[in-house]
């Protein structure tokens, strides 16, 4: 099993940035790619972005590409989050997730979640 732990959440102005991290421990060789998603209040959560952690390759929905950036250390088991240009609509509960996906943006192919992070980008 794998654990995931976030942190780097809170609370920035609109045009900020934050980075969030997510360190995986455990049984991280069954899951092949790491992912993140967020949940807005009343909404349903959200793919934001996902990265392969054997190639590298990464994937985004439209709404994040050009400002958000994942990445990984893999030798630290630990994937980042880069988000620039922070618009209120990106606030939610952040949440990073382990999987084995065929489809990187389907949350039901990853089977491991951590506890999520709060961000907040105010107007």
């Known amino acids: 099993q794998v654990q995931l732990v976030e942190s780097g959440g809170g609370l920035v102005q609109a045009g900020g940035s934050l980075r969030l991290s997510c360190a995986a421990s455990g049984r991280t060789f069954n899951a092949y790619a790491m992912g993140w998603f967020r949940q807005a209040p009343g909404k349903e959560r959200e793919f934001v972005a996902a990265?392969?952690?054997?190639?590298?390759?990464?994937y985004y929905p439209d709404s994040v590409k050009g400002r958000f950036t994942i990445s990984s250390d893999n030798a630290e088991m630990t994937v980042y989050l880069q988000m620039n240009s922070l618009r209120p609509e990106d606030t939610g509960v952040y949440y990073c997730?382990?999987?084995?996906?065929?489809?990187?943006?389907?949350?039901?192919?990853?089977?491991?979640w951590g506890q999520g992070t709060q961000v907040t980008v105010s107007s």
């Open positions: 990265i392969r952690w054997s190639t590298g390759n990464t």
């Open positions: 997730a382990a999987g084995r996906p065929i489809y990187y943006g389907v949350e039901d192919y990853y089977n491991c």
